[in-house]
């Protein structure tokens, strides 16, 4: 059961306390970063750059700015609106639907044994190795006429071509018919995080749009 935000929220300022001098991440120029009080000791991660910050749909708060893997604690209550709107979404996502149609295409089955796809006949046996982190994909081969799963990553760390991403960067998979058709939804992972070492959370310009449509949504519902 995801925990609510508000678990963690009492340990920073309240939103009356945060003070102004908004900043964008380098590796993430949409994502702002404010400080969460006067001595900068604590940052809050947002989409939005309303002032003052939404805690209830912030990215997170970190102790350090840049955050880090060590430094960050996620909204649990963010993280659940991000799979919502990657399962409303991600089968419209262009980038996604190219892969389905390079997935279905003569050299499907060259890039399924690579690991970046899976057929539908070796994606359970596959996915316990999609830690390959760049190499080790499933025996099986995909594509080439038969119907299989592809995966949505993270932009931080893109796979050489036809490699299957690590674990923490892969947000989930949909599945592809043989013609190259995305069916139904995007399924989660289970093993993404919003920071690594490489950086942090990445989408597509379309699903950050998506995502940025639906944390304004929700701030609009949060106002008097």
């Given amino acids: 059961m995801l925990a609510p935000a508000a678990r963690f929220l009492p340990r920073f300022a309240s939103?009356?306390?945060f003070f102004r001098?908004?900043?964008?991440?380098?590796?993430?120029?949409?994502?702002?970063?404010?400080?969460?009080?006067?001595?900068?000791?604590?940052?809050?991660l947002s989409y939005l750059e309303d002032e003052p910050p939404n805690q209830r749909i912030a990215i997170g708060f970190s102790t350090t700015d840049p955050p880090t893997p060590r430094s960050f604690i996620e909204n649990q209550t963010f993280t659940k609106i991000l799979y919502e709107v990657l399962s409303e979404h991600a089968h419209e996502d262009k980038d996604l639907l190219a892969q389905a149609q390079a997935f279905a295409g003569p050299g499907g089955a060259n890039l399924g044994s690579g690991g970046a796809f899976f057929s539908q006949k070796n994606k359970k046996r596959s996915s316990s190795k999609v830690g390959g982190g760049g190499g080790a994909g499933g025996s099986g081969a995909g594509g080439g006429g038969h119907g299989g799963y592809v995966h949505l990553s993270d932009s931080r760390n893109p796979p050489d071509f036809g490699r299957i991403a690590w674990p923490e960067d892969i947000l989930g998979s949909v599945e592809v018919d043989r013609s190259?058709?995305?069916i139904g939804q995007l399924e989660p992972s289970g093993t993404y995080r919003i920071i690594t070492n490489e950086g942090i959370l990445g989408l597509s310009p379309f699903l950050t749009e998506k995502l940025v449509e639906r944390l304004r949504a929700e701030d609009k519902k949060d106002k008097p």
């Fill in 180 to 182: 190259g058709n995305i």
């Fill in 15 to 17: 939103k009356t306390a």
């Fill in 21 to 44: 001098s908004v900043s964008s991440l380098s590796s993430n120029p949409r994502i702002k970063v404010f400080p969460a009080d006067a001595s900068r000791a604590s940052f809050l």
